[in-house]
């Protein structure tokens, strides 16, 4: 079946590094890529997402990447800041019996340290 | 405030009740979801429904059930017959026309002992 494979499970980074996650997905008619930050406790929170008919959307500091051919997408941040520690999901659209879905990554745990 | 409300926060039961995880939104949103979410593992999709009256068995549906009622409302069931129900329970919209912009709520932590 789908999947989207996320990679890595956790990230430790010094505040000012750049931080990148990356995800594989499965499904080559996937056109929506998500990325939603989810802090302690809390529901994911939609932060960027990107088409299948763009390469690059940046934000201040994350952008995002898509490579269709190699069916891969990532997360960029730069500049890193303590609030930023949270975990990541990456996810890909389906359509799945003539219904919209979206897979999601296992998430990536961010740790920024001051 | 537009946004999704889940209640409550935290939920204790004992096994072998069942228990109604509520799930409300105002954003006027068509679509309805709920997921589950375990430790180290992404968001597991339950249910969802796209329309009121009518509802979808996600991938893991087994031992859950819901209802479509109203617009606003998207009620979680979780039954005696769900193996393993502790977990950490989300709700999700998504407005017709961006179905993929989903928007979750504060979730709700169900232990079940």
């Known amino acids: 079946g789908e999947n989207v494979e996320q990679h890595p499970s956790t990230l430790s980074v010094q505040e000012g590094d750049s931080a990148v996650i990356k995800c594989t997905y499965s499904d080559s008619a996937s056109n929506y890529f998500p990325w939603y930050k989810q802090e302690l406790g809390k529901g994911p929170q939609l932060i960027i997402d990107?088409?299948?008919?763009?390469g690059e959307k940046k934000d201040q500091r994350i952008a995002v990447t898509l490579n269709k051919t190699a069916k891969h997408f990532s997360l960029h941040i730069t500049e890193t800041q303590p609030e930023d520690s949270a975990v990541y999901f990456c996810?890909?659209?389906?359509?799945?019996?003539?219904?919209?879905?979206?897979?999601f990554g296992a998430g990536t745990r961010l740790a920024v340290h001051p | 405030d537009g946004g999704i409300t889940q209640s409550p926060k935290y939920l204790f039961r004992k096994e072998g009740q069942n228990v109604t995880l509520s799930c409300e939104q105002n954003?006027?949103?068509?679509?309805m979801y709920w997921y589950r979410q375990d430790p180290g593992q992404g968001l597991r999709l339950i249910y969802y429904?796209?329309?009121?009256?009518?509802?979808q068995k996600g991938d893991i549906a087994e031992g859950y059930s819901v209802s479509r009622e109203k617009k606003e409302s998207f009620p979680l069931t979780v039954t005696s017959a769900q193996k393993n129900p502790t977990a950490f329970y989300l709700c999700a919209s998504s407005a017709q026309g961006a179905p993929w912009e989903q928007y979750f709520g504060p979730g709700t932590r169900l232990t079940v002992t």
């Open positions: 990107i088409r299948s008919n763009v």
């Open positions: 996810a890909a659209s389906i359509i799945s019996g003539g219904y919209n879905k979206l897979i």
């Open positions: 954003l006027n949103h068509d679509a």
């Open positions: 429904s796209q329309i009121v009256n009518d509802f």
